[in-house]
Every structure is written in C-alpha cells, then in structure tokens.
Nanobody
Framework: QVQLVESGGGSVQAGGSLRLSCAASGYTFSNFCLGWFRQAPGKDREGVAAIASDGTTTYADSVKGRFTVSKDSAKNTLYLQMNSLKPENTAIYYC????????????????WGQGTQVTVSS
C-alpha cells in the first residue's frame, strides 16, 4: 500500500524558513514525478514545485528563488526547502506522486499525502 507522510510544517515569522519532508512507503520514487501542492483557506489547491525522475524541477512563479524541491531516492523522501517565507505562503502543504511528466497540475498525480500545516505570521 502506497503511503505518503508529510512532516516539517509549523509556525514561523515572515522571512523565516521551513523544510518539509515527505516520506514514501510502498512506492518507488525513481519512476515518476513528485510534487508539492498547497491549499490556503478559501482558495483552490495550487502546485508549488515538482521534480522529475531525472532531477529536473519546476516551480510556481510565486516561489521561484525562495523554494527548492529535492529528493533522496535512497531514502524515498521528498523535500521542500522554503526560505524567505511570506504570510501569503500560509496553507496546508501536500506532497504528491505519480505524475508521468513534470507537472504542477493536481489531476496529473494519483498519490497524495495527508498534508502539513504551514503558518507564516507577519
């Protein structure tokens, strides 16, 4: 059974940093693209960052230069380093797996974690 478990969320002041992790079980990271998504209260889910099996990455324009997605295939763990956080980055962050191409579209993924809350205060 595939399971994705996020961790690393929390509360931080604007300008601070957090590192999210997503540990996978029953799933081989190397075969598919992996992504990070977020959903703020009252807003649609949006793609934040994604990484392909070859390590190619893509980011939403709003996080470019501040967020970095990476993975450790040996540990089956996906990461999202978030720097220079802003209050508008407050959301539940989800990791996702299973896309067959590098995508920031939710429907392209078929495995989801339960999410981790990130709160950025001004």
């Amino acid at each position: 059974q595939v399971q994705l478990v996020e961790s690393g969320g929390g509360s931080v002041q604007a300008g601070g940093s957090l590192r999210l992790s997503c540990a996978a079980s029953g799933y081989t990271f190397s075969n598919f693209c992996l992504g990070w998504f977020r959903q703020a209260p009252g807003k649609d889910r949006e793609g934040v960052a994604a990484i392909a099996s070859d390590g190619t990455t893509t980011y939403a324009d709003s996080v470019k230069g501040r967020f970095t997605v990476s993975k450790d295939s040996a540990k089956n763990t996906l990461y999202l380093q978030m720097n220079s956080l802003k209050p508008e980055n407050t959301a539940i962050y989800y990791c996702a797996a299973g896309a067959t191409w590098l995508s920031l579209r939710g429907p392209d993924y078929n495995r989801w974690g339960q999410g981790t809350q990130v709160t950025v205060s001004s």
